[in-house]
């Protein structure tokens, strides 16, 4: 397949924003896609190159040769180039790799060149999400979108099922062949997620009997694979974090079972067990530093269990996973109570709040493990307004923060883009000004020597305001306020962020 025809379905999506509209753009490409591309294809319609790393940046998209008038590339050929990129090293590689992004984008395109440049930087802009695209894949293979968010889910990833769909023969060896992938120890599935509510009672009164009042950590999400005496610790983006935590990997390999499947929470406690500043528990988990590990232990805490000694329970009721959990986390397990008295779920949030945690979880007994859905089974409760919003730009300190990037400027999802909902310098320590003029010296697109400084939109923000105005001065109509930083998300993409459809909602009267 030409890589014309992935630019030009790019280009269409990012010029509607009608979802129907969107997956039809989908379903006619999938359907024109040789099996044999079907892989980087759906990498490139999710915004993403096949390598994690290619060694080009920012900078080196800055002055592209000028584009070609007729398309030549192939996908494959496009994929075969950055794989090159990606595994050159030692001396003269940076000037070889430079030379071959050249070459490539001087065969390409102006259409072509604007995907290239978006996969390259993580900036695609057509709202391809993924779930859009299963149902794409879906509607292109004639099989029920329940099969491929299935499969999507033990797979862990896109790409294999979409192959997987779309190469077989027909609707019937389509259906079969997602039915093959199952729960694999040592395979991460994408972790089930809980939607929000403003408090218990409203948290409760979506579920029925008695539920499960879970308290919800302030920690990173894990999930842990046992197979005999080996261990292997994922994160919430599935990325392996084993070399990293030895003492979650010992605690595991302590349990009473040879084969297991946990999902939890870790985090740094101190000598009373209540949680650690989350920024210690972040960079503990993002480093190798033994230094760093030796000064900041994790402890995992652990909520579901989805396998254990060949018994699968995913499609298990809540209840029956709780009773395999416990048997085998015994104290590793996280605190919860059962109940369907309004008075005693609110006595809870207020017993965990004071404990120093984010609130609690509500979850209906009987659900299975919805993996990779946020759904109305497992529901959220803090004890304050918070959004997890993207930086997009920031502005530089003065006075006691002369020297620092301060004021950020404060984004919801809308749509392919951003907007805006304000700024704040507020709930900032040392230490995170540190940390953040480093890092978003790093995300700067433009000059970084003047007063306000335009980033790229990666980095998530979790903010806490205690309300929302209407303003005119922001394009979204909303404003936060009394906006402060609670800590920076590293745990998150800015795909996960909030929406500023979420943010109208909560400032619905």
């Known amino acids: 397949m030409l890589l014309a025809d992935v630019a030009a379905t790019s280009t269409a999506l990012a010029a509607t924003r009608s979802r129907l509209a969107k997956r039809a753009l989908l379903v006619d490409l999938l359907r024109r896609t040789d099996p044999a591309d079907v892989e980087v294809v759906s990498r490139y319609l999710g915004g993403e190159l096949r390598q994690r790393r290619t060694g080009l940046g920012w900078r080196s998209m800055t002055a592209l040769p000028e584009p070609a008038a007729e398309p030549s590339l192939t996908v494959a050929g496009v994929d075969a180039a950055f794989e090159e990129m990606a595994e050159l090293a030692g001396a003269g590689s940076s000037g070889r790799r430079t030379t071959m992004a050249r070459e490539l984008f001087a065969a390409a395109t102006a259409d072509e060149q604007r995907l290239l440049r978006g996969l390259v930087t993580g900036e695609v802009r057509q709202g391809a999400l993924d779930s859009l695209l299963l149902d794409a894949v879906a509607e292109a293979a004639g099989v029920t979108p329940a099969s491929v968010r299935r499969a999507a889910m ?21 259906e079969r062949a997602l039915a093959a992938f199952t729960l694999v120890v040592g395979r991460p599935v994408r972790p089930m997620l809980a939607s929000s509510a403003p408090d218990v009672v409203t948290a409760l009164a979506g579920l029925d009997g008695p539920v499960v009042v879970d308290t919800k950590l302030d920690g990173i999400r894990i999930q842990v694979h046992r197979r005999g005496d080996e261990v292997q610790v994922f994160t919430r983006s599935l990325d392996d974090i084993t070399a990293r935590v030895p003492e979650i990997v010992a605690a595991v390999a302590a349990m009473p079972a040879t084969d297991l499947v946990l999902d939890g929470e870790a985090m740094a406690v101190d000598e009373a067990g209540r949680p650690r500043p989350f920024q210690e528990t972040a ?18 805490f652990f909520f579901d269990c989805l396998h254990v000694d060949g018994r699968d329970l995913l499609d298990a ?33 207020a017993e965990v709040v004071a404990d120093h945690q984010e609130g609690v979880v509500v979850k209906a007994l009987d659900a299975p493990y919805e993996a990779g ?13 918070t959004l997890d919003l993207v930086v997009l730009a ?6 006691r923060r002369q020297g620092y990037l301060s004021n950020i400027h404060l984004g919801a999802r809308d749509g392919d883009g951003f907007v805006m909902l304000g700024k704040t310098f507020k709930g900032m320590t040392d230490q995170m000004l540190a940390w953040q003029t ?11 020597d003047g007063y306000e400084v335009r980033l790229r939109p990666e980095q998530v923000v979790e903010i806490a305001f205690d309300g929302l ?9 909303v404003a936060l306020r009394f906006a402060r930083v609670l800590r920076y998300r590293d745990d998150k993409t800015a795909a996960q962020a909030d929406t500023i459809d979420t943010v109208r909602a909560l400032a619905a009267p």
């Open 317 to 349: 009721p809540l209840r029956e996973r709780l009773v395999a959990l416990d048997q085998v986390a015994g104290s590793s397990a996280v605190a919860r109570v059962v109940t369907d008295d309004p008075a005693v779920a609110r006595a809870r949030f």
């Open 469 to 477: 105005q209407r303003s005119s001065r922001y394009p979204g109509g």
């Open 154 to 174: 033990l797979a862990g990833a896109t790409e294999p099922v979409a192959v997987a769909a779309l190469g077989a023969g027909s609707p019937d060896e389509a």
């Open 394 to 399: 920031v502005e530089r300190g003065s006075g």
């Open 373 to 385: 859905r946020r759904g109305a089974a497992w529901v959220k409760v803090k004890p304050r307004h």
């Open 283 to 300: 960079s503990r988990s993002a480093t190798r530093d033994a230094d760093v590990a030796a000064a900041t232990a994790l402890t995992p």
């Open 438 to 448: 480093e890092r978003f010296t790093e995300l700067a697109v433009g000059p970084t």
